[in-house]
């Protein structure tokens, strides 16, 4: 095999094996991430090729491959067996043996075990191939109305509120469309927190994607906080949030503080978070806002 010397050796197959199942290769396999007719034909025929399959989850995959009248021996490969179960795999890979990995949905290897076996592939000078197929990302960004020249992808933000703290301030100055993956009983923890550390900005919310409850909402934080305040989210998130520098709705700062912070609790955010939003906006502390929001609020009151 070529290839540029001191370089990892990378697997290129010739025009004739292309469409063949080699020995020795481990196949990353897209399924869809909703819409079972999104599988591809190469798709197919490289799962019911290969000696053995390793999925994320077995239940998952039995249902896609009997939906499609596969029938194929099984390997459990997830996060919490990745380590062990990734090496396993190797072996069978290095006796000759073709594997195909499936993760839940979608692209294996992005937010997802995948990753960890492609870079055990790699420092094993084992051959990988990828199908390519749905992901939930680049499918988020394709209809989100944003800007998709430049993008960053952020995959799940940490649940530690540490690290959650560092990525976000260091993503505040961030001029590329950023996207993210959410469940749904932390949305709106992670709307707030992106609220409060980049101020308010359009967003898409992309949920379902390719399902029959398909829905994109095209708004910006502060409104999604207000509406996901009162309405439960269900289902699959992407959040696409627009770049530091596209600043279509910087904060009119000739409207007083206290003005903004009104509006804000208009379109449904808690008092706190709003105060928050404005000081974080406006470059100034928090208890500065807070104080003038009271004087209007008490002069209101009279
Ligand atoms: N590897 C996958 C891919 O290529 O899209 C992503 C795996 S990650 C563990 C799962 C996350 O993807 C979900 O929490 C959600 O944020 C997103 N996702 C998956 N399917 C989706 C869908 N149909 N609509 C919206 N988001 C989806």
Known sequence: MGGPKNMDTMYTATDSEKNKIMPGTL????????????????????????????????????????????????????????????EAICERLMSGE???????AGTPAVSDPGEDIVKLCAEKNIAVSVIPGPCAAISALAISGLSTGKFVFEGFLSGSKSERKRALSSLKQEKRTLIFYEAPHHLLKTLSDLLEFFGNRKLALCRELTKINEEVIRTDLASAVGYYTEITPRGEFVLIVEGSGEESLKPDETVPAYEQVENYIQAGLDKNTAIKTVARERGVAKNEIYKEYLVYSEKKLR
């Open 27 to 86: 196949y990353l396999v897209a399924t869809p991430i909703g819409n079972l007719s999104d599988i591809s034909e190469r798709a197919l025929k490289v799962l019911s090729g290969v000696d053995f399959i390793a999925a994320e989850d077995t239940r998952n995959t039995l249902k896609l491959l009997s939906h499609f009248g596969i029938s194929k021996p099984l390997v459990s490969y997830y996060q919490h067996n990745l380590r062990q179960r990734g």
């Open 98 to 104: 073709s594997c195909a990995l499936v993760t839940d």
